[in-house]
């Protein structure tokens, strides 16, 4: 079982800069990627950004060059950088993980973390 504990949301103005925390505790043998996602109210979660274990990132169209995703393998914990933020990054922000245990991958959700960006 492994447990995701998110911070580091809130309540900016247009142009600020928040950053997200995401850590990954529990019984398991390693931790491979590593994500965050976003759900807008009223629409579908989506991906906004995803590192390995190895370091190899993908991020949305609509936050590269604004967000930064990273981690630090020996805390467990994955970070997300985000800079000039704007009204359309409001949403519940979702860590995600893909565990192992022994050779079995399972995958957990954090419990999400609100994002508020006024205009």
């Known amino acids: 079982q492994v447990q995701l504990v998110e911070s580091g949301g809130g309540l900016v103005q247009a142009g600020a800069s928040l950053r997200l925390s995401c850590a990954a505790s529990?019984?398991?043998?390693?931790?491979?990627?590593m994500a965050w996602y976003r759900q807008p109210t009223g629409k579908q979660r989506e991906l906004v950004a995803s590192?390995?274990?190895?370091?190899?990132?993908i991020y949305a169209d609509s936050v590269k060059g604004r967000f930064t995703i990273s981690r630090d393998n020996a805390k467990n914990t994955v970070y997300l950088q985000m800079n000039s933020l704007n009204a359309e990054d409001t949403a519940v922000y979702y860590c995600?993980?893909?565990?192992?245990?022994?050779?079995?991958?399972?995958?957990?959700w954090g419990q999400g973390t609100q994002v508020t960006v006024s205009s």
């Open positions: 995600y993980t893909i565990a192992f245990v022994v050779t079995k991958s399972y995958h957990y």
């Open positions: 529990g019984s398991f043998s390693s931790v491979n990627q």
């Open positions: 590192i390995t274990s190895g370091g190899t990132t």
